[in-house]
């Protein structure tokens, strides 16, 4: 095998994004031949979130025309393709599963080896994707599903510092903006809406602040909003657009300081565990905030660690990322075959206690 040369198929169904990619990989480096994601936005959009069982059928439908646009527009054929890299979980089991087993298909007809992706390790692998970073870096991961600190040891193994108890901030967000009566997804709404708002007017909880983990909790600070709206409803008969981007511009701060206290307190432990190069990654949908995402940079700029903020279009749900984790573990050859199951929850840190608790299928991630 030419370790230095692959092409890999990725597809990705674990929420509400169906995707495919084709990656090349190649003495240079990666590049990315093409990346199609088909949102699932409209069909979710009258419910106010994701509806499981529609974006299971969505994703089936769709599921193969996505792979095909993306084997031609990357002007390849199957007989290229070097391995079938696949979100294996966690995630909506229904969607994950329409990814999976038209993956599995495909690589029993093609003969092509099968790779069951992490969805968390595409993430969290995305700085090696794009700027070639070396072990070990920091990665956080704020989406609308997930939330932890990631030391990213190599690419299978992963040591989680802390995570949220509760809410992911992404949901926090779309909560948030819903209880305001703003568009979803809710994080673009309310940083819009925050611009013309006033920080100090409301003062919301900073939820485990005085806790010295790194562990977050959404929910309450949630509720302090939900009470704030209801105390004004009450006396004024409904919000004035001025109280919606003061609510929004306090709820942002807060969100935006937890996230901030937290990250000096990842950094400084992953500090102490490395010398050398040393790089703080983020990923997901929330990172597209540009209050959080400066004042990030200016953490890492005090404490000289370079700071890593991959393309949007890498940071929330796509297929690119699980074809470049898939690569990893294509150049090892660590290979899946048909018997892998999908798994709705598949925490990468399996050392560490569940920070989210237990269901009868284990750990949540
Ligand atoms: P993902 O789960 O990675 O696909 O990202 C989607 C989540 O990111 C949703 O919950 C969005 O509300 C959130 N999001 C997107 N843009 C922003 C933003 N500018 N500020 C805060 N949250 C955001
Ligand atoms: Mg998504």
């Known amino acids: 095998m030419d370790f230095n040369k692959a092409l890999i198929l990725g597809i990705e169904s674990s929420c509400d994004d169906t995707a495919a990619s084709v990656l090349e990989i190649n003495s240079k480096g990666s590049e990315i031949r093409s990346a199609i994601v088909h949102n699932q936005f409209n069909l979710h959009k009258e419910y106010g979130g994701v509806v499981p069982e529609i974006a299971a059928r969505a994703h089936a439908e769709l599921i193969d025309v996505v792979v095909e646009k993306a084997l031609k527009s990357a002007k390849v054929v199957m007989a ?152 004004l409803t009450e006396k004024q008969g409904g919000l004035f657009e001025k109280d919606v981007c003061d609510l929004s511009a306090s709820f942002q701060q807060a969100m935006h300081d937890v996230i901030i206290e937290k990250s000096v307190r990842a950094i400084d432990l992953y500090l102490k565990f490395t010398n050398g190069n040393q790089t703080f990654a983020i990923a997901g949908g929330v990172a597209a905030n540009k209050k959080i995402r400066h004042s990030l940079k200016k953490i890492c700029e005090t404490k000289k660690v370079d700071f890593l903020a991959p393309p949007l279009e890498l940071c929330t749900d796509n297929a690119a990322i699980i074809a470049y984790a898939a690569a990893e573990r294509f150049f090892h050859g660590d290979y899946d075959d048909t018997t892998i199951s999908a798994r709705p929850r598949w925490p990468l840190d399996n050392q560490k206690p569940a920070i989210l608790g237990s269901g009868k299928k284990g750990s949540k991630a």
């Open 80 to 231: 290229d393709i070097s391995a079938i890299g696949v979100t294996a979980g966690p995630g909506l089991i229904g969607g994950v599963l329409s990814g999976l087993m038209f993956a599995k298909g495909l690589s029993v007809s093609t003969n092509k080896p099968l790779i069951g992706v992490n969805h968390l390790a595409g993430h969290a692998l995305t700085p090696r994707l794009t700027n070639k970073v070396a072990f070990p870096y920091l990665v956080l991961l704020v989406s609308g599903g997930h939330c932890q600190f990631l030391i990213v040891h190599s690419y299978k193994k992963y040591e989680r510092l802390g995570g949220t108890i509760d809410d992911a901030p992404g949901e926090a967000f779309d909560k948030a903006a819903r209880l305001l009566g703003l568009q979803q997804p809710g994080g673009p709404s309310i940083e819009e809406a925050a611009i013309k708002g006033d920080v100090s007017r409301f003062d919301l909880p900073r939820p485990l602040l005085d806790r010295e983990d790194c562990n977050f909790s959404f929910s309450g600070l949630k509720t302090a909003l939900m009470r704030k709206r209801n105390e």
